[in-house]
Each structure stands twice: as structure tokens, then as C-alpha cells.
């Protein structure tokens, strides 16, 4: 295979890419040592209708902000593209509305500095699940608060109050 950047290399400046382009792309990337049907586990729930979509939302945008922690383009600027893509692509309402309600009580896009976005981000997804947890998702995976006890007995106290520092 020529591999993506090769045959592709221009694909970051077209203005338009129709799907017809894109399978192109994915297969070219097949070819190119990435696995043909391939099944991700780490948001598999116990039935097709739990979890996935969103849990890979999450751990994609904790990674994203995690992963530009002091560098560029920086935390608070991956929390500020997050907040822009659950506002402006998030196709459920309910749960947009309530993140961007979430949002605006924790001043979120008020955030200036890295350790805050990740440390913030990481309470907005504990009062998702705290919200959650009250509501029947997948028994086998429920919603509890990161990180657990029994991951992290000192990081918080009985009462399950976090201890951010």
C-alpha cells in the first residue's frame, strides 16, 4: 500500500470529502496496519444499548485534555473545543442540555489554566455519573465515582467527598 499520507497526503486541505473518499481512506488505512473489524471493549456494555457511544466520548475528550496538559494547544483549550463540539454536534438534547447547563454552574469556559480544565472535567464527568447512578444503565457497568475506593482509598474520605489535590 502507498499508506495514507502518501496517496492522501492533501486530504487535510480539502475543502469538501464525500463518503466515497472516506471508506477510500479507512481502507487505505486498513492496508496500512490499522485492523479490519475490529471490536473496541473498553465501552462494550452488556447489551448494544449501553454504554458505547457515549463512554467513548468521554475517555476520548479525558485523553484529549490529558494529553495537552502543558503543551500546546493546552487544556483549557481542548475543554473550550469539547464544550463547542457537545454544543454545537451532540445529536441527544437531553444530555446536551444538561452538559451545557453543567457547564455554565461550574464555569467551565471561565477556566484559565490546564490543571483546572482536567481537574474540572474530571468533576463534571463524577456528577454525570452521580446524576446517572439514580437512573437503570448497564448492571454490569454502573455509573460510580472516578476514581473508586478500592482504586484510590486516599482520594476521598468516607463520605465519598474527592480530595483533588
Not at 47 to 64: A, V
Not at 74 to 89: E, N
Request: hydrophobic letters at 35%; a negative charge; charged letters at 20%.
Amino acid at each position: 500500500s502507498s499508506g495514507i499520507n502518501a496517496e492522501y497526503g492533501g486530504l487535510d486541505k480539502a475543502t469538501t470529502l464525500t463518503n466515497t473518499d472516506w471508506v477510500a481512506v479507512m481502507e487505505d488505512a486498513a492496508d496500512a496496519g490499522f485492523p479490519r473489524n475490529s471490536t473496541f471493549l473498553g465501552c462494550k456494555g452488556s447489551k448494544p444499548t449501553t454504554r458505547g457511544y457515549t463512554c467513548g466520548l468521554w475517555i476520548l475528550f479525558h485523553t484529549m485534555l490529558t494529553s495537552c496538559y502543558k503543551a500546546s494547544p493546552g487544556s483549557v483549550s481542548v475543554l473550550r473545543a469539547i464544550h463547542g463540539y457537545v454544543d454545537s454536534f451532540f445529536t441527544c438534547s437531553y444530555c446536551r442540555n444538561h452538559f451545557l447547563s453543567m457547564s455554565e454552574q461550574m464555569r467551565l469556559l471561565s477556566i484559565t489554566d490546564d490543571q483546572t480544565a482536567i481537574l474540572a472535567f474530571w468533576e463534571a464527568h463524577n456528577q454525570v455519573n452521580h446524576r446517572l447512578s439514580t437512573e437503570v444503565h448497564d448492571p454490569y457497568f454502573p455509573k460510580v465515582q472516578f476514581p473508586p475506593r478500592s482504586l484510590c482509598a486516599k482520594c476521598s474520605d468516607d463520605a465519598g467527598q474527592f480530595d483533588s489535590d
